[in-house]
């Protein structure tokens, strides 16, 4: 009797295991519907080669319209997760510029993530990636998510590689953007730095204001702008390089090096972010879109952004030195009135690109 109960539960945990395993190594059946000619992503980056602004793209990764799709193919793909349910585009939604409405997104079997989802725009001009800053290449960063437990569950690199060859629609696209090679996790990096590469926003309310001394802006709009500036908001938020906190400049246009602070969210932090309470300072651009706040998503309106940094940062030991009163020692309170915060928010919505929301080309290929 006990051999035939030994016998069954092993035969239940072997059928257990082929089960996880033949989830593991199915692959999707859904394929992607792309144009007949590519769309043009290099010359979508025409306006922006001029700009004095770091470019984090390396010499061997140069955008094409080739390896843009295919990235672009990868990052809506639910084959680069270990069960197929997960894409980059789960968290990265392009309807709300490409981030995520949740706090924390759901992840590889139902996982949650430890940090509200950030925007993905203007990455090319970023010089570190994740709220910790804890990697400077974007051909690194794009396969973090894909490998990690939490996100998609992809931890053997090697098995995305033998999966993507054997999905059809792949070995012609990986052809087409790098010739006649294996397909391998360096390529699958490669196009998928690409694609994300592409995805610009320089279109917004302000950026036509600026060519023209901000005639376009309403008298509410520009007493927010007055407010930002003169509350100090762009010494960490910079308008110059229209960067906004998301990238700098390679020759001091907006600033040099890529911005983190201690904004004294909480006097004790659960999260130390880099260390000691102190997160990558993110991108102010397309926030009507990518509610909720702050690195862990603990913001749900802009309402609660103003107050927070009116009267609501904390005292804590490491708080960043542009936070600080005079004396050095306290928070700054700003005693906004109803039109400054009024304002100020009309302000920050200037910053609202509907462009990169709608753009065909930077869609999901697989709903099309």
Not at 32 to 54: C, G, K, M, R, S
Not at 66 to 77: N, P, S, T
Not at 108 to 135: C, H, V
Request: glycine share 6%; with cysteine; net charge negative.
């Amino acid at each position: 009797m006990k051999k035939i109960i030994g016998f069954s539960f092993c035969l239940f945990l072997l059928l257990g295991l082929n089960a996880c395993l033949k989830d593991a190594t199915s692959v999707s059946v859904n394929k992607p519907n792309l144009p007949a000619v590519n769309y043009n992503y290099t010359d979508a980056l025409a306006d922006v080669e001029n700009l004095p602004f770091f470019d984090n793209t390396p010499d061997f990764n140069k955008l094409t319209d080739a390896g843009a799709k295919l990235g672009r193919v990868l990052f809506f793909d639910e084959n680069l997760s270990l069960n197929n349910r997960i894409s980059c585009g789960t968290c990265h939604k392009q309807a709300l510029g490409f981030a995520d409405e949740l706090d924390s997104s759901v992840g590889f079997e139902g996982k949650l993530t430890a940090r509200n989802t950030p925007q993905i725009l203007n990455m090319r001009f970023s010089q570190q990636f994740f709220w910790d800053m804890s990697t400077s290449s974007l051909e690194e960063q794009v396969l973090m998510p894909v490998v990690n437990h939490i996100e998609m569950g992809m931890e053997d690199l090697d098995y995305l590689s033998e999966k993507l060859s054997n999905v059809d629609y792949y070995p012609p696209l990986f052809e087409e953007a790098f010739g006649a090679q294996p397909i391998t996790s360096q390529l699958i990096s490669n196009a998928l730095s690409q694609f994300i590469r592409s995805i610009n926003s320089f279109d917004s309310k302000f950026d036509i204001g600026q060519n023209t001394n901000f005639e376009n802006f309403n008298a509410l709009e520009n007493h927010g702008k007055t407010i930002f500036l003169e509350s100090g908001c762009n010494s960490c938020h910079r308008v110059l390089g229209d960067s906004f906190g998301n990238f700098s400049s390679s020759s001091g246009y907006g600033g040099t090096g890529e911005d983190n602070a201690n904004i004294g969210l909480d006097m004790i932090y659960e999260d130390q972010g880099i260390e000691n309470g102190i997160f990558k300072i993110p991108s102010l651009r397309n926030l009507i879109y990518t509610a909720p706040y702050m690195h862990d998503g603990r913001f749900a309106t802009l309402d609660e952004v103003v107050d927070h940094y009116d009267s609501g940062v904390q005292p804590h030991s490491n708080l960043d030195f542009r936070l600080k009163n005079s004396d050095n020692l306290l928070p700054r309170v700003l005693n906004l009135n109803q039109l400054d915060r009024e304002g100020l928010k009309a302000f920050l919505l200037t910053l609202t690109d509907d462009s990169i929301t709608k753009d065909e080309k930077l869609s999901d290929p697989f709903k099309n």
